[in-house]
């Protein structure tokens, strides 16, 4: 029986490799690979984010093909390519796949899944869970009074953080700087999403979540995550069990148009209550895992590049006005007028995304399809399109692309490309693009800015070390989109001097303006 069952196995690999080599010449050509089936999935084991830039160096294709574990991939590394990619939403398709994500990644019922799937990619109009979730959550999150709720209650309690920093004059205070920046970031975010009874005010919650996401790549792909991702899933459980109890207390009512909306699609589709909770899990996801760490990078950056926090404060304290009264001087900035004023500090931030940022867009094919005329995509293969190779791109952002330039996004003194040409926006792939471009773009740049901000103008920074140094990024979660450090830096934190004694005053106008952060934002 030993012996059957080797010959089996044996025999079924032979039959897996035998069919994937199968390859229609038009297809993109093979991204070679010593060990057959398994040798580019222990190259995105050992480079992680950095494989397909490696492989992007070595191919000179624009679209190439690799082959793991049963699943054929085209990876495009051409931006032209990749804009007509987008152009194709129906046969090159997001939703399928963003659909099978959520219920794996949520462990989702049987039933909430099938319901999921149900017109997931809209081919028979806009209706189904899928569309009218996507639509409902961009109508909540675009700009205008919803968002501006949101970002009222945000900045509100990233003030309350940061006054736990102020000790008195002369004094310092010691903290571990992403996880600072995490606690900020999940306390402010779920309070303005979830409202007075967010779950995630239950520290076991938050401390729950956060095993979650450190396990989700096992429990995605990794080999018995009953297992392996036990902390994870058990994790996952916690936030589900606390979101169900406030679905059931209604509690949703008293929060954003974001938490209302995403509750009430679900129940009008047929979903029950204890798969919405497993589903908004997920929601909180997207919400939580690429902010705090580009916040965190975004403050290390400025505070370790040389001068660029002067010139940010420079910059800042233009729009800032002040009061005086027998108590002393408050300072008064208005974070709306951040975006449209403060170019450099905006042009960081861009920066900062396209220096440390390292998604992948991905699509599924639904049919065959000749792509530009060219190249053939065969049905049921995947696509994927990283933007850590579009950001890798020296033909695109010039001979400094390796490095952290804070102007790069500045229109007069950007650094040219290889060719002297400003780079062309749709190269920023930080936030996607396409119909699939991230909905929470704004929200999360807002709030970005506004930590940044009340951060740099209040406190002064340095290195406990005594030495400003980059941690490594090496164990970073793939399903991230956003680096994440290997390691905490411990920093201590002061009032800024020259400012000891000021009180400080953070103010939000109503606005329907938009940041065009993306190419998609400047069109409209």
């Keep these: 029986m030993a012996l059957g069952a080797i010959a089996l196995i044996i025999g079924g690999t032979l039959f897996l490799y035998s069919h994937l080599a199968m390859q229609d010449a038009r297809e993109p050509p093979q991204a070679p690979t010593p060990i057959p089936l398994i040798g580019h999935l222990i190259g995105l084991a050992r480079s992680k984010f950095n494989y397909h830039v490696q492989l992007s160096h070595e191919i000179s294709s624009p679209i190439f093909t690799i082959k793991m574990l049963g699943q054929k991939m085209y990876v495009v590394t051409n931006l032209d390519l990749v804009q007509a990619i987008q152009k194709l939403p129906k046969v090159l398709a997001f939703s399928p796949i963003a659909a099978k994500f959520a219920s794996q990644a949520c462990g989702s019922s049987t039933e909430a899944h099938d319901i999921l799937m149900k017109n997931v990619n809209g081919d028979e109009g806009n209706w189904g869970l899928s569309m009218e979730s996507h639509e409902a959550m961009r109508t ?59 779950p995630f005010k239950e520290r076991d919650v938050a401390n729950a979540f956060w095993e979650f996401e450190n396990d989700l790549m096992s429990i995605l792909v990794g080999i018995m995550p009953s297992f392996r991702a036990r902390r994870g899933i058990a994790g996952r459980a916690t936030v589900a069990k606390a979101f169900e109890k406030y679905f059931l207390a209604e509690a949703h009512e008293q929060a954003s148009m974001l938490a209302q909306v995403r509750y009430e699609t679900s129940f009008k589709n047929g979903i029950p209550v204890e798969d919405i909770a497993r589903y908004e899990v997920g929601g909180a996801l997207a919400l939580l895992v690429n902010t705090a760490p580009a916040a965190f990078w975004m403050l290390l950056l400025i505070y370790a590049h040389p001068g660029l926090l002067e010139d940010i404060r420079e910059e800042v304290g233009s729009i800032m006005t002040q009061t005086s009264d027998s108590s002393g001087i408050t ?63 020296s033909s695109l952002w010039g001979h400094d692309v390796d490095e952290f330039n804070p102007r790069r996004f500045l229109k007069v003194t950007g650094q040219p490309t290889s060719s002297g040409k400003a780079p ?10 396409g119909s699939t471009l991230c909905p929470g773009r704004h929200f999360a740049t807002n709030e970005i800015l506004t930590v940044v901000t009340m951060f740099v103008m209040r406190y002064d920074m340095v290195p406990q070390s005594g030495q400003w140094t980059l941690p490594t990024v090496q164990k970073t979660n793939v399903a991230a989109v956003v680096m994440e450090p290997d390691t905490d830096i411990e920093v201590l934190v002061s009032r800024r001097k020259g400012y000891e004694k000021d009180d400080w005053s953070f103010g939000l106008r109503t606005s329907d303006d938009v940041f065009a952060v993306v190419a998609e934002d400047r069109a409209k």
């Design 140 to 198: 909540a999150l675009k700009p205008g009074a919803a968002l501006d709720d949101m970002n009222r209650l945000m900045m509100q309690n990233i003030a309350a953080s940061l006054d736990d920093l102020t000790v008195g004059i002369g004094q310092t205070v010691e903290i571990r700087l992403s996880e600072w920046v995490r606690d900020s970031v999940t306390a402010a975010t779920t309070n303005s999403v979830y409202g007075p009874q967010s």
């Design 424 to 433: 062309p926006a749709a190269a920023f792939r930080a936030f996607g693009g």
């Design 331 to 393: 300072r008064h900035i208005d974070i709306t007028s951040l975006k449209s004023t403060c170019r450099l500090l905006t042009s960081t931030f861009q920066e900062v995304l396209r220096y440390r940022s390292m998604g992948t867009s991905v699509r599924q094919v639904m049919e065959d399809t000749l792509l530009e005329g060219q190249w053939l995509l065969k049905k049921d293969s995947m696509i994927q399109m990283p933007s850590r190779v579009m950001h890798s791109d």
